[in-house]
């Protein structure tokens, strides 16, 4: 083989390589490398709840919202994220929010979520027949984690995705409780993604 057959062979590798290399991240992200990254509606830390809507005796974090720390790189794709955490006595809660390139990239983690962030066993409480009126999707679940019973829910609006989970108890978080910060989230994610589409 000549000198220049192995270049065309060669040029034709690199090419397909990058083919290759530019579907797999239009696959994961929704943009190609070389695109400009989508930005969001409006920034992630706007759809964080606040304490009014807990009942008595729970505050936010002195430390206030903060990137989460914990974030798996090999499965995140999200362009913003948030996280806030709640403390009552013997009782936390936290609700992050993700602002993705794309719904392909949403519903990709909402997915995810779905099967990892609930564990085996879990079930949505008869005193809670929650269902949001307004998320592409959601899904809530209860059960007991290491003794503790606790409470989880993942919401997905267009390319924005939230997870929430809280402690349980009569004494400080009560299913009632649940459902008016459930509705509190879903309210404020309503209100953000309505005022986008209309300034769309």
Not at 9 to 37: D, F, K, Q, S, T
Not at 79 to 102: D, K, M, P, W
Not at 152 to 180: C, Q
């Amino acid at each position: 083989m000549n000198r220049y057959a192995r270049l065309i062979r060669l040029a034709v590798l690199i090419g397909l390589c990058l083919v290759c290399a530019g579907g797999m991240h239009w696959y994961n992200y929704g943009y190609l490398p070389w695109e400009h990254v989508p930005d969001c509606s409006f920034p992630v830390e706007a759809l964080l709840i606040d304490e009014s809507v807990f009942p008595l005796g729970w505050r936010a974090s002195d430390a206030g919202p903060r990137p989460p720390a914990n974030a798996p790189l090999d499965h995140y794709n999200s362009i913003e994220r948030i996280e806030l955490f709640f403390y009552t006595h013997n009782g936390i809660a936290f609700q992050e929010v993700h602002c993705f390139a794309s719904v392909r990239g949403a519903v990709r983690e909402f997915k995810r979520q779905k099967s990892t962030f609930f564990p085996e066993g879990w079930v949505v409480p008869a005193e809670l027949p929650y269902q949001s009126s307004s998320a592409d999707q959601f899904y809530l679940a209860c059960g007991v984690e290491g003794s503790i019973q606790m409470c989880r829910a993942i919401w997905r609006y267009e390319k924005y995705f939230v997870k929430f989970n809280t402690h349980m108890s009569p004494e400080f978080m009560t299913y009632a409780d649940l459902g008016r910060v459930l509705k509190a989230i879903d309210d404020r994610l309503a209100f953000y993604i309505g005022q986008a589409k209309g300034s769309r």
